[in-house]
């Protein structure tokens, strides 16, 4: 697994900063409730990055009366930000970018009124990609997600969690984890690898679930978590994908092997949350269809303890897609105490976006967050959503020096300008990109 790179260079200061937005809290739990909307906003700015971390915050002004920055100016690589704003790199805590070819014709289905379901019966969605997947070299795999993963970065995005998902078999799963680290081997920000051998049921398979499941729990988890191929196991539960009781089995195995679980859940249905509790998941994605006993469940469960809190992913770029009325109900799970990250959800299917401030600007638009909950939702607690906010996701002494430069004279301004990017300069670990 590769989560962390080598810093390049000298040490680097930014200034002139009109709004940093450090997200600084002394509370180390996901945020949610009111503190979601805290920025934590600095103006007049300046950051002092070394060693691929971050050694100080705060004004420009005192950045440069610093005596060791006074005294080491010509060894420092300084950045003027010119009045603009800068805040940590976007953390994208779900993402499906190990594909070869982009489903256009289930986009033209769409067009013509199918639902997700009927794409799928007519032997386009999930399946459809899979023959392309398992075809392609390991070489030509890596080359896309790494295609994906630069256009993520050039929208400020420097962490990325990447599932594999479109194999479908033991061989086309491992293959896929191991061109997302070939690729992330090759790109300056940081990658969490997600083995998601239960996406759907494989063709070959259907019918015949829980033969599948066995070979997903048997052979894929335990191969995947000795070669250290993932880090967390996804498995989608919802109807017309997987059971809750596979579900469970898929949880149970990766917990038994070391590995985080996560899920995709009440996407087209409504799920119980409550069972999968048990297992400590990072995070539930999707949520479309959640019930009052849900939320409940989940604020419980995030009042124990920080490393036990269960982030909600939303990915309104998938309701964007598919052209639905319904998204999900950010207001309700924020105004509960739910802890809620935002995701582009980047897959072929159903969100071929990798612009995280798009999904910012509908998380606003159609979901009805502030601007300032929605920047904290897709960096500070989708950090937590990948359990790396001790490294990722504010701007803090000791994190590493993950930042994105907008073009801009107020944060608002990043959901606003939709589908454009305003990102001007993006930093990873220390080192301009």
């Keep these: 697994m590769k989560t962390r790179k080598k810093a390049h260079g000298a040490a680097l200061l930014l200034v002139d900063i009109r709004q940093l937005l450090t997200l600084h809290s002394q509370n180390p739990a996901p945020r949610r409730g009111r503190t979601l909307s805290d920025l934590a906003v600095i103006e007049n700015a300046a950051v002092l990055c070394a060693g691929g971390t971050i050694v100080s915050v705060g004004k420009t002004k005192d950045a440069l009366r610093d005596p060791w920055v006074r005294k080491n100016r010509r060894a420092i690589r300084e950045i003027d930000c010119g009045g603009k704003v800068v805040l940590p790199g976007f953390v994208d805590s779900h993402t499906h970018p190990a594909f070869t070819t982009p489903r256009l014709l289930d986009f033209e289905q769409r067009i013509a009124g199918a639902t997700y379901e009927q794409v799928s019966e007519a032997g386009g969605g999930i399946r459809s990609s899979v023959d392309g997947v398992r075809k392609a070299a390991r070489t030509a795999l890596a080359g896309h997600v790494l295609s994906a993963l630069n256009a993520m970065l050039a929208q400020g995005t420097t962490t990325v969690e990447a599932k594999s998902g479109y194999g479908l ?23 969490v690898p ?41 498995v989608f539960r919802d109807r017309g994908a997987y059971s809750p009781e596979s579900a469970e089995h898929i949880f149970f195995a990766a917990r038994e092997h070391g590995m985080g679980v996560r899920a995709h859940l009440g996407q087209l249905s409504h799920t119980d949350v409550a069972p999968f509790l048990k297992y400590d998941p990072a995070s539930l994605d999707h949520l479309d269809y959640i019930s009052d006993e849900d939320i409940a469940a989940l604020v419980a469960q995030s009042s124990i303890s920080p490393a036990y809190q269960t982030v909600a992913t939303l990915v309104p770029g998938a309701n964007y897609f598919l052209g639905l009325e319904r998204f999900p109900d950010a207001r309700r799970l924020v105004d509960s105490g739910v802890p809620v990250a935002l995701a582009t959800d980047y897959n072929p299917g159903t969100s071929p976006t990798p612009n995280i401030p798009f999904v910012l600007s509908l998380a606003c638009t159609h979901m009805k967050m502030t601007a300032a909950e929605a920047i904290a939702a897709a960096t500070i607690n989708g950090a937590h959503a990948l359990r790396l906010a001790e490294r990722k996701g504010s701007v803090e002494p000791g994190k590493d ?33």
């Design 169 to 191: 078999s033991l061989e086309s799963e491992l293959k896929s984890l191991e061109a997302i680290g070939d690729a992330a081997r090759l790109w300056p920000g940081s990658v």
């Design 194 to 234: 997600t083995l998601l051998g239960a996406h759907v049921v494989p063709r070959e398979y259907e019918g015949r679930e829980e033969k599948y499941v066995r070979i997903v729990c048997k052979e894929m988890i335990p191969r995947a978590a000795e070669r250290k191929l993932a880090r967390f196991v996804d």
């Design 401 to 433: 020096a993950d930042l994105a430069v907008f073009d801009v004279s107020d944060y608002r301004e990043i959901p606003y300008w939709v589908a454009g990017n305003r990102c001007h300069a993006v930093i990873c670990a220390g080192a301009e990109t």
